[in-house]
């Protein structure tokens, strides 16, 4: 593959433009790196640590003080807070209530409730509630 | 702030919801009883916001039903409603806009008109703002 990289003075002008075919996993894993800093975050299953790629995270939420990380048929534990994976997940993840963070990517499509909050459907059929208050922040992250 | 914003809009909308409850009053009885005139005590007009503003604070009931069950949420509309009917009753009172039982009805309906209103106007947004959701949505789904 060509990489080409152009030197420019305005940091607020950073862009990386990636033409290609298909999005290998190596490609996603460069997507990743690019967009949030990090390939994944370190999680635990039973006694086991592992790396859970960004791109597999439905949604992280904290209950009684303890952060789990959901993909689609899976749940682990994490040492990070919300707050400190809110930082880390900035782009495609959004806090949709104050006990957890979506990825948009796994949202199918979302439904106004009652009273100002949303039902959104996932990728893998489950349904979570965004907060009244955190559906401007789904709107601003995807450009409305 | 957050609080202090939707107060500020809802007293907006409410007192641009009496303001139309008003004229199609007036417009019912130009056309049905013949009254040609429309006389208004001097303190009419500031009652109309500041009954807006007293009925939108009672909304801090329903602005935060994060983790809230349906039954509970619905609960609290019908309190919220209530509340806004005592205030709606005193300041009717306090401002004379009824002086006997049949006037005091008429103000009843109207109520009850505008809290539907709102409530509705509320729904049509929020539709809106699904349905652009949505339409954003299909360009950032992951292919599952």
Redesign the interface.
């Known amino acids: 593959m060509q990489v080409e990289i152009n030197k420019i003075s305005e940091k607020k002008d950073e862009k990386a433009v990636i033409h290609i075919v298909t999005v290998t996993d190596e490609i996603q894993n460069a997507i990743d790196i690019l967009k949030n800093d990090c390939l994944g975050i370190p999680v635990t299953n039973d006694s086991e640590t592992l790396v859970c790629k960004l791109?597999k995270i439905y949604y992280v939420e904290s209950v009684d003080k303890h952060t789990y990380v959901y993909t689609?048929g899976n749940c682990y534990k994490t040492k990070y807070r919300l707050y400190e994976l809110e930082d880390m997940l900035s782009v495609?993840f959004f806090r949709c209530?104050?006990s957890m963070i979506l990825n948009?990517?796994?949202?199918?499509?979302?439904?106004?409730d009652?009273?100002?909050?949303?039902i959104a459907e996932l990728?893998?059929n489950e349904r979570i509630i965004i907060?009244?208050?955190y559906?401007k922040d789904?709107?601003r992250k995807?450009?409305? | 702030m957050n609080k202090c914003k939707i107060v500020f809009y809802q007293t907006l909308m409410i007192s641009t919801a009496i303001l139309v409850g008003l004229g199609i009053q007036e417009i019912i009885g130009y056309f049905r009883y013949g009254i040609e005139s429309f006389e208004i005590e001097w303190y009419i007009p500031i009652t109309i916001p500041l009954t807006a503003l007293l009925c939108s604070i009672p909304s801090i009931l329903i602005i935060d039903c994060e983790g809230l069950s349906k039954k509970r949420i619905i609960f609290r509309v019908i309190v919220h409603f209530i509340c806004l009917l005592m205030i709606v009753s005193g300041c009717g009172y306090l401002f004379k806009w009824y002086s006997n039982a049949d006037e005091y009805i008429v103000i009843l309906i109207e109520y009850v008109l505008i809290y539907a209103f709102v409530w509705l106007a509320s729904w049509w947004f929020e539709k809106k703002d699904e349905v652009k959701i949505n339409e954003a949505l299909k360009d950032l789904q992951d292919n599952e």
Do not use: H
């Open positions: 791109d689609k495609d209530s104050k948009i990517r796994k949202i199918k499509s979302v439904k106004a009652f009273n100002g909050r949303m990728l893998n907060s009244r208050s559906v789904l709107k995807l450009g409305l």
